[in-house]
């Protein structure tokens, strides 16, 4: 009975493939139960190593093979499908010390095969690729391999091409020199760092086009160029079973090479579910038989679809996702996050609450992510929603918490953030608690200039000029090394803030980080924004929560050149020039009139001045706070005002 079930089993497997498969890894690890290793290849520095890299054994004329064992379905006759798959990696071929001439050896080959066994053909070094053998067997054959090819044998154009190889050959149905845009190695022995270049692979299953990008970005897969380096026409169901195995290859002859893959991703379309007609499969079973196998195959395929969609949760490490943000399903948030359990609960933010959440990734590895369920309607609809959370998605910089996905289903909008271990910046100042451990100087320091560089990409470095419009402590996240990262930027571009009454409130309950401007005429400019961060530099430096009596004697402190007592008294030490720069500068992006404040390319220089000399001239006017100017004039409002309800964006995008 169980030897029959598994028979049928074995049958129904093929035709239960129904999601595409998606993968990401931005970093790889020896034991992933998923990557299949042939005995010349591992892991080292995270990367995957083709070939061997190191140790004292003579590793000329070698070939090794990584596959990754979960089936592609390229194909399927019966359901009339073709899949389009995209496929991006990051290589690095770096020559290898003790191979002797200076000239490049080897190669690596993106493969397709029929199967997930890696083995290292017998005589398959040198110029086969480790690919095939020059060997007649039908499984060889059914590999097909795009080559990055760095020596030169005699049927090859050059020692620098991509080229498709099909049949068991490795003379190329079609090559492109890859020379002078991009190289994929270099014969210089003394660069033990090799080259690093990405690559697009995109194959389209319904127009049978397969296209190869390729480019030196240095450390990441950066942008996709406009030209392909080679485009075919070819339908790989002429080459290739329904369903195959993605992976490389490699291989040295007597000139050593280094063959890594640092970063890989993959995707491809979903088959089509397939219908009832099973009959090809099961004829010749007997009727007893039949029931249970269609009872084993159903198994099986809610088996595999389970098995499936939880890899599709997450795929290693977002932020390296080049596709973008993904789109969540909100049942998989909602289990990622013991279905918003309180004990997942994260806190509440300007615009809703935060969950932590765990996802699973394909490789088995556990990503923490926080889950921000926005409470307010959005403005807009899907589709724009989408191309919103799209381009936020690409900004990226180091002292940005990093957009990972986003879940929309009509009325809940979530976004999935990468998690940040260190909390927000509010909950390690805790301003005006007395006794208590706080954030040294240098820390905060840091912060400083981590969240200026933040402001500064939003403000002047990105394609557009995004306004936070919602910059305070609680809002700047904490990564592992405490380096500051701004969080819910560009989010005043979707959401509706006008819609919720308790927004409105917590914009009031936190008046000290608006600036006069925005409160009396609901102007938002980068002003605005700059204003907010004054704010959080002089809580920074004093501990004490802002407000205008406060900034008023913080002036005076300056003209009595006894600014240093207003240091916040929990710190245990502090730099005396960061200090006062810190508060100058908190002077003059919370001055009352906007045209007044710094830039925040001022603001930036200004923190990085305060390293160089040791005692800095005054950087900004404070005028305005000092003599007999009335700061009462400047109105913070305490409690809700009907003004911040009609904030609207200037030209901020
Ligand atoms: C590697 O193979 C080449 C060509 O087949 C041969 O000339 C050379 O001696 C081999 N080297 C080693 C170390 O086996
Ligand atoms: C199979 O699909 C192709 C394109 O997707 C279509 O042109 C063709 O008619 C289909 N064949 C059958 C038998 O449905
Ligand atoms: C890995 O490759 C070996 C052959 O080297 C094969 O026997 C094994 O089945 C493969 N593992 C998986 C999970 O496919
Ligand atoms: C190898 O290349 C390096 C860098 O181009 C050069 O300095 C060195 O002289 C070359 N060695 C030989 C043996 O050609
Ligand atoms: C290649 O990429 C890795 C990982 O991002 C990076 O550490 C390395 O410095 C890069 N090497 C070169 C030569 O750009
Ligand atoms: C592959 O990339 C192309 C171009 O970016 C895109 O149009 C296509 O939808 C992608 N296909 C898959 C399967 O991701
Ligand atoms: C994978 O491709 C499918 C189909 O083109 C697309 O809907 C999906 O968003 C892609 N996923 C990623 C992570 O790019
Ligand atoms: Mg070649």
């Not at 995209?86 to 199967?115: C, E, H, Q």
């Not at 003379?171 to 697009?200: E, F, K, M, R, Y």
């Not at 929560?545 to 929990?570: C, K, M, N, V, Y």
Request: aromatic fraction near 8%.
């Amino acid at each position: 009975m169980s030897l029959l079930l598994i028979f049928s089993a074995a049958i129904f497997i093929l035709p239960c493939l129904s999601e595409g498969l998606q993968f990401s890894y931005s970093s790889f690890d020896q034991n992933d139960r998923n990557l299949n290793f042939s005995a010349n290849s591992n892991v080292d520095f995270q990367s995957l190593q083709i070939t061997r890299n190191s140790g004292s054994a003579d590793v000329s004329n070698t070939s090794g093979q990584i596959t990754y064992t979960q089936p592609l379905q390229l194909w399927s006759g019966e359901r009339n499908f073709s899949a389009s798959f995209n496929t991006t990696f990051l290589m690095n071929t770096s020559p290898i010390m003790g191979g002797g001439t200076n000239a490049t050896g080897g190669g690596m080959v993106f493969m397709l095969s029929s199967s997930p066994a890696v083995y290292t053909l017998p005589n398959s070094f040198g110029q086969w690729l480790g690919l095939f053998n020059g060997g007649t067997s039908q499984q060889d054959a059914q590999r097909v391999g795009i080559e990055f090819d760095t020596f030169k044998d005699s049927f090859d154009p050059d020692n620098n091409h991509v080229g498709i190889d099909v049949d068991g050959s490795v003379h190329s149905i079609a090559t492109a020199s890859l020379s002078p845009t991009v190289s994929l190695t270099t014969p210089d022995l003394s660069n033990a760092q090799g080259i690093n270049t990405s690559v697009w692979i995109e194959y389209n299953g319904n127009l049978h086009i397969l296209s190869v990008y390729l480019a030196n970005q240095g450390s990441d897969i950066l942008t996709r160029p406009s030209k392909p380096a080679i485009t075919q026409n070819i339908d790989l169901r002429k080459y290739l079973p329904e369903v195959v195995y993605v992976g490389f290859s490699a291989s040295l002859g007597t000139i050593l090479e280094a063959h890594c893959i640092i970063r890989w991703i993959f995707n491809s379309t979903d088959p089509p579910s397939h219908g009832t007609s099973f009959t090809g499969l099961i004829v010749g079973l007997t009727v007893g038989g039949l029931a249970i196998a269609v009872l084993a195959a159903t198994l099986v395929c809610i088996w595999i679809r389970t098995k499936n969609r939880k890899q599709g949760l997450l795929l290693g490490d977002l932020s390296d996702l080049q596709y973008g943000p993904r789109k969540f399903a909100y049942r998989d948030l909602k289990k990622a996050t013991n279905g918003f359990a309180d004990d997942c609960r994260l806190g509440q933010g300007g615009f809703g609450a935060v969950y932590k959440g765990e996802l699973l990734s394909s490789n088995g590895i556990v990503t923490q992510v926080a889950v921000k369920c926005l409470s307010q309607k959005s403005k807009q609809g899907e589709r724009e929603f989408k191309a919103e959370v799209m381009s936020m998605g690409r900004m990226k910089h180091r002292n940005l918490v990093q957009l990972l996905g986003w879940s929309y289903d009509g009325n809940r909008l979530m976004l999935v953030y990468q998690y940040m271990p260190n909390g927000s910046l509010d909950q390690w100042l805790k301003l005006g608690q007395e006794g208590v451990d706080v954030m040294g100087w240098e820390r905060r320091y840091n912060v400083m200039k981590g969240v200026a560089a933040g402001l500064l990409y939003l403000h002047e470095e990105w394609e557009m000029v995004v306004i936070h419009r919602d910059l305070k402590p609680s809002n700047v996240m904490l990564d592992s090394e405490f380096n500051a990262r701004i969080g819910d930027f560009g989010l005043a571009r979707f959401i509706d803030i006008e819609e919720d009454v308790a927004q409105t409130a917590t914009i009031a309950g936190t008046p000290g980080y608006i600036a006069p401007e925005c409160i009396e005429q609901g102007m938002v400019s980068k002003e605005t924004d700059i204003y907010s961060l004054g704010a959080i530099a002089v809580e920074l430096a004093t501990g004490r929560r802002i407000s205008t009596s406060f900034l008023h004697s913080l002036s005076r402190l300056f003209e009595e050149g006894t600014i240093q007592s207003a240091a916040d008294p929990r710190l245990p030490n502090f730099d005396a020039a960061q200090l006062e720069i810190l508060l100058r500068l908190g002077l003059a992006c919370c001055h009352p009139n906007p045209l007044e404040r710094p830039t925040i390319r001022q603001v930036v220089h200004a923190l990085s001045l305060a390293e160089e000399a040791p005692s800095p001239s005054p950087v900004f006017s404070m005028s305005y706070f000092s003599g007999s100017d009335k700061p009462s004039d400047i109105c913070i409002i305490e409690n809700s005002s009907s003004s911040i309800l009609s904030i609207e964006m200037k030209d901020g995008r």
